[in-house]
């Protein structure tokens, strides 16, 4: 089942902050702008991620790389609940990003890390379609297990979303993506991935709120961080 529109690129900048200015950034986020409205008591919510690449690490090595035209496979999940999965195509052309995605259930996830493909191509569903000739023809395999506590805030002015991903994290297993309650490996320790995305524009209040002195906008995938313990 089909579950996002047509594509909207957007732009996305990422910065790697420390804890003392996540602290601060953080109390200045809240005061300005609205939390999303799916997050928890805390204003936070997990998000695990399973993500699929080449035996030859072909969009670990892109990215890496800073080929400007890539894309990447992903299942995700979040918080506990494995009653809603999606399967994302992630991908950037000219500095932009897009993604489509498609519902899954957790019956034909585990059918898929076991390695039955064949309701892939019975779907009708074209991101399954396009999955399954990655999977059969390109060799694309799960890979790790991306898990984070997201805080998360939204501006309606150019769509912007603004994210802070703490605690990153990977799983030993693939084969572990739906057990929520799977023991993690941290990946990054000591620092936040602050996200910012937005459509056409970036609003000066969005500009001003999220400066933090000395850093600048860089690479910084969580996909790379936890292939280090490959």
Not at 127 to 134: G, H, R
Not at 187 to 193: K, R
Request: hydrophobic residues 35%; glycine residues 8%; aromatic residues 12%.
């Amino acid at each position: 089942m089909r579950i996002d529109g047509p594509v909207r690129l957007r732009h996305e900048y990422k910065h790697q902050i420390n804890r003392q200015e996540d602290l601060v950034l953080s109390g200045r986020l809240r005061k300005l702008f609205s939390r999303d409205k799916n997050a928890g008591p805390e204003g936070t919510y997990r998000v695990t991620s399973l993500y699929f690449d080449t035996p030859y690490d072909k969009a670990l090595r892109e990215k890496l790389d800073g080929v400007n035209r890539r894309e990447k496979f992903r299942l995700r999940y979040y918080g506990t609940d494995t009653s809603f999965i999606r399967l994302e195509k992630k991908f950037k052309e000219a500095g932009l990003c897009g993604k489509r995605s498609a519902r899954m259930t957790a019956e034909q996830v585990e059918r898929l890390l076991a390695g039955d493909y064949g309701f892939l191509l019975e779907s009708g569903e074209p991101l399954f379609i396009e999955f399954y000739s990655k999977l059969k023809g390109g060799g694309l395999g799960p890979k790790t297990i991306v898990c984070y506590d997201r805080e998360a805030f939204c501006y309606a002015p150019g769509n912007v979303r603004i994210t802070l991903d703490r605690n990153l994290r990977t799983g030993l297993s693939s084969l572990d993506f739906l057990n929520p309650a799977i023991f993690h490996l941290g990946a990054l320790e000591g620092y936040t991935v602050l996200e910012v995305k937005y459509d056409a524009f970036l609003p000066d209040l969005v500009r001003a709120a999220v400066q933090v002195p000395g850093r600048q906008a860089a690479a910084c995938s969580k996909y790379a961080l936890c292939r280090r313990y490959d």
